[in-house]
Nanobody, 120 residues
Framework: QVQLVESGGGLVQPGGSLRLSCAAS????????MGWYRQAPGKQRELVAL???????NYADSVKGRFTIARENAKNTVSLQMNSLKPEDTAVYYC??????????????WGQGTQVTVSS
């Protein structure tokens, strides 16, 4: 059993900042990668950012230079600092964890999602 606790999100004006955090716990032997996807109304879910166990990061082109993902290994926690937010960043943001359980590889686990709304 794995739990993902997401925090952050909310309403912010264009140009503002928000920070999302996601903590994974439970039957996790090793985290391969953690990150965030987002889904706006009427659109497909898309990758926002991810970070691997070796601290390799990958960002969507639309957020490069504005968003920063970071990881706290010991706590299996990942944060997403979002700056210079735009209305088009409005979406539900989903945390995920790609991990090995004590019994071996496990399916990717998703959080419940947190709403980010950028509007004046």
């Amino acid at each position: 059993q794995v739990q993902l606790v997401e925090s952050g999100g909310g309403l912010v004006q264009p140009g503002g900042s928000l920070r999302l955090s996601c903590a994974a716990s439970g039957n996790i032997f090793r985290v391969n990668a953690m990150g965030w996807y987002r889904q706006a109304p009427g659109k497909q879910r898309e990758l926002v950012a991810l970070i691997t166990e070796r601290d390799t990061t990958n960002y969507a082109d639309s957020v490069k230079g504005r968003f920063t993902i970071a990881r706290e290994n010991a706590k299996n926690t990942v944060s997403l600092q979002m700056n210079s937010l735009k209305p088009e960043d409005t979406a539900v943001y989903y945390c995920y964890v790609d991990y090995f359980a004590t019994f071996g590889p496990a399916p990717v686990y998703w959080g419940q999602g947190t709403q980010v709304t950028v509007s004046s």
